[in-house]
């Protein structure tokens, strides 16, 4: 080992011996500093130092036809700096190399976990196909910063996207940050989502059905190709269940003579039992039951859950004069039906299996005709 005052022509002209498989400088001026020759000609810049635990560890600084002598003194002098204030460079190196990138954290991490409990991961799948993946794959996690989101979510909202589409981004991403958090995945120690403001969402007043566009459209299902969409369809006007919980109905959830029908994976993650009304029943033993399946509503092809209704659907809804109803819009009626009969909020709400009340003020409506009723019952007279 030698020493010297390492200076850029010294450096320069520095060269390995024949036969030796490397020489190493070390320079007098910053001690640790340390200069390697390879038989090539390849020369690298090291860094040895003392760790706050007190063993002794070697950093690569870079190649010296990237790095001048001063350059080196300067990055390694900063390095010190930061092990007398006991940080240690090769763990935060270590780091570094494992924090996973978004595409990685996202199929390795992410998805395997929600597909085992949320019934909504398709949606979070196509929303990370089309945009988050795209736009953040590549990146590390600790690289994603609150300016990228925003800006993304600036971006969508100008390319016309709607504000409530644009949101779902950000709550995407707030969430598998906070798992990443949960979970101490290396590099992410704050979740960028934090302060990022969300758009107004338009509170128009949602589509709801009358009894006389429910009548329209019963007739148009019931002579629809498709035999199932009939009851399916009943169903999710006298329940108000969601698409996915009655095209997943199964035989053994029902309780036909309590009137009850148990939904073991919902919206929440929590099961819920959903009481039955005569028309309900009427509708479930009309539906002949398929041998070899366990689903009410299967797919004749695969004799399991229908991955769309969406064709048979549409045909109906078009034929009714209906066009602007979506499947979603038959929950949204059964809420509006129940206030218009005089049933209150909390009852409304265990119904359609809110947990949160908030949720469950959307359907506070109340219609034309139900609040000429209720201003009529007022017992005012003339006075003579």
Known sequence: MSVKLLKQNYVNKLECLDGKEKLRVYDEKLKGLMLEVRPT???????????????????????NSFLSVEQARDIAAKVLADVAMGKDPQDEKKTLKVVPTFEDFAWNSYLPYVQGYKRSWKSDLSFLRTHLVPKFGKLHLDQITRDDIMAMHQERLKNGAAPASANRLVILLRYMFNLAIQWETPGVT?????????????????RYLTEEEVQRLCKA???SENPLLEPIISMLILTGARKSEVLNAKWEDLDLERKRWRI??????????????ESALEVLRSVPKVEGSEYIFPSPVTGKPFNSIYNSWNTARIKSGLEDVKIHTLRHSFASFLVNAGRNLYEVGKLLGHTQMRTTMRYSHLSDETLAEAVNTVPLKKVA
């Open 41 to 63: 000609g390849i020369k690298t810049y090291f860094l040895k130092y003392k760790t706050p635990r007190g063993g002794y560890k070697q950093i690569k600084l870079g190649r």
């Open 190 to 206: 704050v979740n960028p989502t934090k302060g990022v403001p969300l758009a107004e969402e338009n509170n128009q007043r949602e």
């Open 221 to 223: 299902v019931k002579e």
């Open 264 to 277: 073991p994976y919902t919206k929440s993650g929590k099961p819920r039992t959903v009481p039955l009304s």
